[in-house]
């Protein structure tokens, strides 16, 4: 599984993308109850996904250097935009992100690079962080205050850039404090504004706590937070009546 997103406009429901299987599947919280979204024959190696304010769905096509955006009112059954139309364009797409506006930010794997494309899939001639990534790009998140959080994987860090430019704002890795990070995947922000990393080399999640003035800047805005508790796998029994809305699909169209 890879990608894994929720839509504010229906809560209970996280989507998912199933690499190995060139498909999009939905879970229900509630029921566990699992519902394909774009069945395969579509996509080829999707790796991320990322939805708009509508709840359109945008999904990276790694296989085929494209990003496809699924319509909400159709229940993502059909195809209503492609972004890149050339390798040159677009090469490996992986992490994704989409702004208020409708921009689409999209982490370039082949050059290394975020590429913007407008809300028309026009891509802009300024891409963000060329020659600063070492490679994958598997995860981008836009938070609250302007700014957009890239995963460097290869670079084990997680690389800052201010929106209303482009610029770097900060490197946060690959040493912050006493923690070493590896293989540096997913990024979310929690409700308080803590930054969680995924780590796949370390196979782990670390936790950073903002700063006085969480601000991206040269120096680190987020300390690391050594793990306070003992996770145990223990399943928890489905404590939610929710009821999944959704209407199973098995065709897509473009």
Excluded at 84 to 90: A, H, K, P, R, Y
Excluded at 123 to 129: D, R
Excluded at 236 to 247: D, G, I, Q, R
């Amino acid at each position: 599984l890879n990608g894994m997103k929720a839509w504010p406009g229906q809560p209970g429901v996280v989507y998912m993308v199933e690499t190995n299987f060139n498909q999009v599947v939905a879970l229900n919280v509630g029921t566990g109850i699992v519902t394909t979204i774009v069945p395969s024959g579509t996509l080829n190696i999707p790796i991320a996904m990322a939805f708009d304010a509508s709840g359109n769905m945008y999904v990276s096509d790694y296989g085929n250097n494209r990003v496809v955006e699924f319509s909400k009112t159709s229940n993502y059954a059909t195809i209503t935009q492609v972004f890149g139309t050339s390798l040159s364009d677009l090469g490996g797409p992986e992490g994704l992100a989409v702004d208020s506006s409708g921009n689409v930010y999209v982490g370039d794997t082949s050059h290394h690079r975020i590429d913007v494309f407008s809300p028309t899939g026009v891509l802009q001639p300024s891409s963000w962080g060329t020659g600063l990534f070492t490679q994958d790009i598997q995860d981008i998140r836009i938070d609250g205050n302007g700014f957009l959080w890239a995963s460097d994987r290869e670079g084990n860090r997680v690389l800052v850039f201010d929106m209303k430019n482009g610029q770097l704002a900060e490197p946060l890795g690959p040493t912050v404090g006493s923690l070493t990070m590896a293989g540096v995947t997913g990024l979310a922000f929690g409700p308080s504004g803590q930054l969680y990393v995924g780590e796949l080399n370390n196979q782990r999640v670390d936790r950073f706590n903002p700063c006085a003035t969480p601000t991206p800047t040269s120096t680190n805005s987020f300390t690391p937070v050594p793990p306070t508790f003992t996770f145990t796998n223990t399943p928890v029994p489905p404590t939610s009546t929710f009821t999944n809305t959704l209407t199973p699909t098995n065709t897509s169209s473009s």
